[in-house]
């Protein structure tokens, strides 16, 4: 009798083992691809350290930093000898064809953002048929194929473009108050034919991958405040992408200068509650549908001090995070304007910076935070769990 109560016992440990190896699994799985909201960029890097393209290389050292979201440009970059041979290519193409921008999607990250331009199509003087047609079609082809080529890796892929409002304007004037009426109308149609492009995709190809579409704005103040035509005004409320990312600087370190944490909120929150006001609503897509898609302090504006650099990012985190934003993208992991300017995470010298070790200490402890509650739940944390610990952590 004693033999049996022996073995038994030795079974229910092994099966306690083997239910704890199974749990401890699935939390670590959650883990990994759980949405930390701070991430980072590697677009036109002007120096490596390896021969790798400066692309995978960046990419490379954005994973080993903890992140699970990068954002990249999947478009040929001028005199970049990596992608030079794809200039005019279709987004397809450089996604499939192109080794060094195949090679980071291929990566294991489990949030991609990515600014995507057609050639052939120029919107600025309205959109003829042919345009539409060309945009539509390759913007459709590219999602259908992230749809199809990634399935099973749960990846979310974000198809985007570069700050809209310059491009709306023409030029970089902050002072111009109107914008040619087919120059509105043109945009205004490109964001829908892209939306719809994705939206087809998505009901064409079933798959466990998300491919969203978001329009990025960056001068939303003078639109609020003084009432100047500005995406924000003109052409969101008439279109229905999936999200809107902001490129933030007005709001972050023009107008106010990101030391201040109670000065930063306060303007960075009006600004995030007028974009979601003239949103239309859309079913599906939980949460709060604006994220910080660009912000980011050079060294002159923080008086060449890598220490405040990373406290004023980190200020501009919290506010990110408090907000409820999905993610709040840093420029950038290395500086792409030159050491004068200080936009890295990396230097030149490749030393990391204050910043650096605030995102991987940062991405340390929350992810134990998820980890341990996925653990204990058998589940991710919502984001209002998520958020609470976060901020307990950044108001530190």
């Not at 060094?100 to 990250?109: H, N, P, Y």
């Not at 990515?114 to 919107?123: F, I, K, L, S």
């Not at 304007?169 to 040619?180: C, H």
């Not at 064409?204 to 579409?213: E, L, M, N, P, W």
Request: a negative charge; hydrophobic letters at 35%; charged letters at 25%.
């Amino acid at each position: 009798m004693k033999t049996i109560h022996l073995y038994a016992g030795i079974l229910s440990a092994c099966l306690l083992a083997f239910s704890c190896s199974d749990a401890e699994k699935t939390a670590e799985k959650i883990a990994d691809e759980y949405n930390y909201v701070i991430g980072t960029q590697t677009i036109g890097a002007g120096y490596k350290f390896t021969e790798k393209p400066v692309v995978v290389e960046t990419a490379e050292r954005i994973a080993e930093m903890g992140s699970n979201i990068i954002k990249i440009a999947l478009n040929p970059v001028e005199g970049d000898a990596e992608t030079a041979s794809f200039k005019n290519a279709a987004p397809l193409e450089l996604a499939k064809e192109c080794p060094a921008l195949k090679t980071v999607l291929d990566m294991d990250f489990r949030y991609v953002f990515m600014w995507v331009t057609v050639p052939g199509v120029d919107w600025s003087d309205g959109m003829d048929d042919a345009e539409k047609r060309t945009e539509y079609g390759a913007i459709y082809e590219f999602a259908a194929y992230l749809l199809d080529n990634y399935r099973n890796s749960g990846k979310n892929f974000y198809i985007g473009h570069w700050e809209g409002d310059w491009l709306l304007l023409g030029n970089y004037s902050r002072t111009q108050e109107n914008i040619a009426p087919e120059r509105i109308k043109g945009m205004t149609d490109w964001y829908n034919i892209r939306q719809k492009a994705v939206e087809d995709a998505r009901s064409a190809v079933d798959s466990d991958v998300s491919v969203f579409h978001y329009a990025e704005v960056n001068r939303v103040n003078p639109a609020m405040y003084h009432g100047y035509d500005r995406i924000v005004n003109r052409i969101l409320p008439y279109i229905d992408v999936d999200y809107v990312s902001y490129s933030s600087y007005e709001s972050t370190s023009e107008e106010v200068s990101g030391a201040d944490y109670a000065e930063l909120r306060d303007y960075l929150f009006k600004s995030l509650d007028y974009i979601e006001s003239r949103m239309k609503p859309k079913t599906g897509i939980g949460g709060k549908r604006v994220f910080l898609g660009e912000f980011g302090y050079s060294l002159p504006e923080v008086g060449r001090s890598a220490e405040e650099q990373s406290e004023r990012a980190f200020n501009t985190i919290r506010a990110a995070v408090e907000w409820g934003c999905p993610f709040a993208l840093y420029w950038e992991m290395y500086d792409n304007e030159g050491p004068d300017k200080g936009f890295w995470m990396i230097d030149n010298d490749n030393v990391k910076q204050p910043l650096y070790h605030a995102y991987e200490a940062f991405y340390r402890h929350m992810r134990e935070v998820v980890y341990s509650y996925a653990l204990k739940e058998g589940k991710a944390p919502d984001f209002a769990y998520y958020q609470k610990k976060a901020l307990e952590y950044l108001e530190k």
